[in-house]
């Protein structure tokens, strides 16, 4: 069986800020991990996602994380963030590519401020 | 290129109710997957449909079920509805399994259904 724990429910940030969204994970198997995007009224929107090697994961709008086997932990972070990051933001894992069933945590709300 | 379309986008339905929700997948993609999202909560998986039969099942009672059209697109049946079924279910479509290992899954705006 799979979780996702993402430790924070809301996170502040003053725009230009830096800011981090933190995910631990569990699993009995290889892991792929995923990080999602909300806007109020959407569906999901894939940010980024680790499926093998490099550790450090680009994804779109300049966000950006790391996966750490060792402290099953995939944290999202982002230099300097904008109004329009302001969202809700899911963790997911997968025992696959992700084309079967997504495990996600509960997400965390940025709300960025001016 | 038409992403991934619900419908309707909001329904309002009574406790024993019957309701059922529509998706189109992506363009190109056969595989289609339902979620359920309680308020505040993260999407839990309710079932894959691919080839016209549901391959993968998450923690959901029976009166969830499901159907796949020949022409990709998919339908969720909820039966003998509940407060607690109160939520936005989403579909999400990708391309066929063992092709194309990066494809990523493809989320639809979701269905608004509220249970009185």
């Known amino acids: 069986a799979q979780s996702v724990t993402q430790l924070d429910s809301q996170v502040p940030v003053f725009e230009e800020a830096p800011v981090e969204l933190r995910c631990n994970y569990s699993?009995?198997?290889?892991?792929?991990l995923f990080w999602y995007v909300q806007y109020p009224n959407q569906g999901l929107q894939l940010l980024l996602k680790?499926?093998?090697?490099?550790?450090l994961v680009k994804g779109i709008n300049g966000f950006e994380a790391e996966f750490n086997k060792s402290q099953t932990s995939f944290h999202l972070r982002k230099p300097s963030v904008h109004i329009s990051d302001t969202a809700e933001y899911f963790c997911?894992?997968?025992?696959?590519?992700?084309?079967?069933?997504?495990?996600f945590g509960s997400g965390t709300r940025l709300q960025v401020q001016p | 290129d038409a992403g991934v379309t619900q419908s309707p986008t909001h329904l309002i339905k009574t406790r024993g109710q019957q309701v059922t929700l529509r998706c189109s997948p992506k363009?190109?993609?056969?595989?289609v997957s339902w979620y359920q999202q309680a308020l505040g909560q993260g999407p839990q998986f309710i079932f894959q449909?691919?080839?016209?039969?549901?391959?993968q099942r998450g923690n959901f009672p029976d009166r969830f079920s499901g159907h796949q059209f020949p022409n990709y697109s998919s339908e969720l049946n909820v039966n003998a509805l509940l407060l607690g079924d109160s939520a936005l279910y989403l579909c999400?479509?990708?391309?066929?399994?063992?092709?194309?290992?990066?494809?990523?899954?493809?989320f639809g705006n979701g269905t608004r259904l509220t249970v009185t």
């Open positions: 999400a479509s990708s391309a066929r399994q063992g092709a194309n290992l990066n494809s990523p899954l493809h």
């Open positions: 680790y499926l093998s090697g490099s550790t």
């Open positions: 363009s190109g993609h056969d595989t």
């Open positions: 997911a894992v997968s025992g696959d590519t992700g084309r079967r069933a997504l495990t």
């Open positions: 699993s009995s198997v290889s892991v792929y």
């Open positions: 449909y691919y080839e016209e039969e549901e391959r």
